[in-house]
């Protein structure tokens, strides 16, 4: 697989809750010169992330996250940042999924809150992270089913945050699960070019990492 093909899927990531301005500044450039999918930023950069790249040639989209890392806000509230983070300008949403909500049985009302979140997208991408290390096997293929008859775009295994990011099966699994024309994003623990492109292979359509980027420039791999 040719590593353009690896780096277009990318959602390059700096989602660290120190992160400064500097180092938002310094994904932005290394996505527009690598040719990334998007960055993937804190919400309270989205403007200045979008301001930053609005004049650059090789511009990529910016994505930020929503409900995270635990998911456990109202879902009131998970609408107010989505449509907060689409008025400065993101042009991605990825929200967590209320994990108990789910564990509850409740998955009407789980499809409920993701609707709503992409409702207040008004039409930008939305990817659903359902935090696959929290799940059995069962909710892993409930939460397909749900994302599947959602109005959303992408289901995503991992916010990176909690004890295990994306695996191959679990990717194996949504492929199998997935309705035609939903994406999968893996994310979370991708350490090398080799995991990416066999991410590719199983299903996935985007890849959420911070690594890539600094592999490809022969830098310290860690992190997201």
């Given at each position: 697989?040719?590593l353009?093909?690896?780096?277009?899927?990318?959602?390059?990531?700096?989602?660290?809750?120190?992160?400064?301005?500097?180092?938002?500044?310094?994904?932005?450039?290394?996505?527009?010169?690598?040719?990334?999918?998007?960055v993937?930023?804190?919400?309270?950069?989205?403007?200045?992330?979008?301001?930053?790249?609005?004049?650059r040639?090789?511009?990529?989209?910016?994505?930020?996250?929503?409900?995270?890392?635990?998911?456990?806000?109202?879902?009131?509230?998970?609408?107010?940042?989505?449509?907060?983070?689409?008025?400065?300008?993101?042009?991605?949403?990825?929200?967590?999924?209320?994990?108990?909500?789910?564990?509850?049985?409740?998955?009407?009302?789980?499809?409920?809150e993701?609707?709503?979140?992409?409702?207040?997208?008004?039409?930008?991408?939305?990817?659903?992270?359902?935090?696959?290390?929290?799940?059995?096997?069962?909710?892993?293929?409930?939460?397909?089913?749900?994302?599947?008859?959602?109005?959303?775009?992408?289901?995503?295994?991992?916010?990176?945050?909690?004890?295990?990011?994306?695996?191959?099966?679990?990717?194996?699994?949504?492929?199998?699960?997935?309705?035609?024309?939903?994406?999968?994003?893996?994310?979370?623990?991708?350490?090398?070019?080799?995991?990416?492109?066999?991410?590719?292979?199983?299903?996935?359509?985007?890849?959420?990492?911070?690594?890539?980027?600094?592999?490809?420039?022969?830098?310290?791999?860690?992190?997201?």
């Amino acid at each position: 697989m040719e590593l353009k093909t690896i780096l277009s899927a990318v959602d390059h990531t700096l989602l660290k809750p120190e992160s400064t301005w500097a180092q938002i500044r310094e994904i932005c450039d290394d996505a527009m010169t690598y040719h990334t999918a998007t960055v993937c930023i804190p919400a309270c950069y989205v403007a200045a992330c979008k301001a930053y790249m609005a004049d650059r040639a090789d511009k990529v989209g910016v994505c930020t996250v929503i409900g995270f890392p635990t998911g456990y806000a109202t879902t009131r509230t998970k609408v107010f940042e989505a449509e907060d983070a689409i008025r400065n300008g993101a042009d991605e949403i990825d929200m967590v999924i209320n994990i108990g909500m789910l564990r509850d049985g409740r998955d009407d009302e789980v499809l409920e809150e993701i609707n709503a979140v992409k409702a207040a997208c008004a039409g930008h991408t939305l990817k659903v992270i359902i935090e696959t290390c929290l799940l059995t096997q069962e909710e892993k293929v409930r939460m397909c089913d749900i994302v599947s008859r959602s109005e959303a775009d992408f289901i995503k295994t991992s916010t990176g945050f909690s004890t295990a990011g994306a695996t191959f099966e679990d990717v194996a699994l949504m492929k199998a699960h997935m309705a035609p024309g939903k994406g999968i994003k893996a994310a979370g623990g991708i350490a090398s070019l080799a995991d990416a492109e066999r991410f590719l292979e199983l299903g996935a359509t985007r890849l959420g990492t911070s690594r890539i980027i600094k592999l490809v420039k022969n830098e310290e791999a860690s992190g997201y």
